[in-house]
């Protein structure tokens, strides 16, 4: 199995600057990489996949990039709204695993 | 507008069984694969199992293989998990979600709002 690697496990970041979450595959996943955002008590919502596609309805302050085993999800002034932990997810390979999240704090 | 409702999450004793089910609408039910995927308290995310459109083909974590099945009754709108010899690690929020493929695969649309498992004697 795909086994996916998320760095750091928090980020601490001030309401207006860039965060760089990072996602790290174990073998290449081509582009079949999503990112998921879920704040404390709520369902994870889908946010970027194609590894750079954004969802419907999602700020344009969410960005992704990357190809292979190498992947970021950038927010680019973060809002307060953004504080919450953030999943990558491959969809290259059976089984669809997750990487274990980080966590982005307010600073 | 989607909406994914899950219901039947309880207490049980490990070694118990308990079958939860998503009730669906907004969209075309028979169009669309279903899986669920689970939370444990505070853990991140881990696909359970998932469903194609038409409920022929089926997929499972290998961590539930054998204990656990999923089905879906495309008359109701519903999709199912029928969970058996549960154990302390089956503890979860476990959420129906719609993955992007009709074949069960994919990255996930769509989420419902969970329902809670707790094993424990």
């Known amino acids: 199995e795909i086994v996916v690697t998320q760095s750091p496990a928090t980020l601490s970041v001030s309401p207006g600057e860039r965060a760089t979450l990072s996602c790290r595959a174990s073998q290449s996943v081509s582009s079949n990489l999503a990112w998921y955002q879920q704040k404390p008590g709520q369902s994870p919502r889908l946010l970027i996949y194609?590894?750079?596609t954004r969802a419907t309805g999602i700020s344009a302050r969410f960005s992704g990039s990357g190809s292979g085993t190498e992947f970021t999800l950038t927010i680019s002034s973060l809002q307060s709204e953004d504080f919450a932990i953030y999943y990558c997810q491959q969809y290259n390979r059976w089984p669809p695993l997750f990487g274990q999240g980080t966590k982005v704090e307010i600073k | 507008e989607v909406q994914l409702l899950e219901s039947g999450g309880g207490l049980v004793q490990p070694g118990g069984s308990l079958r939860l089910s998503c009730a669906a609408s907004g969209f075309t039910f028979t169009s669309y694969a279903l899986s669920w995927v689970r939370q444990g308290p505070g853990k991140g995310l881990e696909w359970v199992s998932s469903?194609?459109?038409?409920?022929?083909?089926?997929f499972y974590a290998d961590s539930v293989k054998g204990r656990f099945t999923i089905s879906r009754d495309n008359y109701r709108d519903t999709l199912y998990l029928q969970m058996n010899s549960l154990r302390d690690e089956d503890a979860a929020v476990y959420y129906c979600?719609?993955?992007?493929?009709?074949?069960?695969?994919?990255?996930?649309?769509?989420w419902g709002q969970g329902t809670l498992v707790t094993v424990s004697s």
């Open positions: 469903i194609s459109d038409s409920g022929d083909s089926t």
């Open positions: 979600a719609i993955p992007s493929y009709s074949s069960g695969w994919g990255y996930f649309d769509d």
């Open positions: 194609g590894t750079s």
